[in-house]
């Protein structure tokens, strides 16, 4: 592999952790939101950073991988146009404090993860279950939102 190569998944890599990093120190201190809603559904705080910095690092090797494999520059906007709505998530729960609208965001995740998911198996298989865990944590969030927005 060459020096080209290695600087490319560096950038798709850490391109989505440091857009998380950024908005995770931006939101940091609106976090306590959370601890005023009324929830059934508790998920340790340190769960979080743990399972982002996974999904950020599996979303970034999945386009960098599409990128590489795929000349399909539709997939690839979806798939930025989803991480701009992952980053918006924090901000709009967290900081915003509307849950309806975080509820709304994360449906739209889901589909635009859900289409990217199907797109990928068509075309490469082992690359479309590299979204699999990003798919699966939308679905908690979405379980999280449900319960915030049933409670509140």
């Known amino acids: 592999m060459n020096k080209k190569e ?11 952790l440091v857009l998380g990093s950024i908005v995770g120190f931006l939101v940091k201190n609106d976090f306590s939101y959370l601890e005023t809603l009324n929830r059934t559904i508790i998920i340790p705080p340190i769960v979080f950073p743990i399972a982002w910095t996974i999904l950020y690092v599996t979303m970034g090797m999945w ?3 599409y990128d590489r494999d795929f000349d399909d520059n539709k997939i690839l906007s979806i798939y930025y146009i989803a991480l701009l709505f992952n980053l918006l998530f924090s901000i709009v ?3 915003l404090e509307m849950p309806l609208l975080a509820f709304i965001d994360v449906v739209v995740l889901i589909i635009m993860i859900g289409y990217l998911f199907i797109k990928t198996l068509k075309n490469e298989k082992k690359y479309g279950f590299i979204l699999l865990p990003y798919l699966l944590w939308l679905f908690v969030a979405l379980s999280l939102m449900i319960d915030i927005l049933i409670h509140n």
Do not use: D, N, R, S
């Open 63 to 65: 386009a960098y991988l």
């Open 6 to 16: 290695i600087a490319k998944i560096a950038f798709y890599v850490l391109f989505p």
């Open 93 to 95: 729960l967290f900081t």
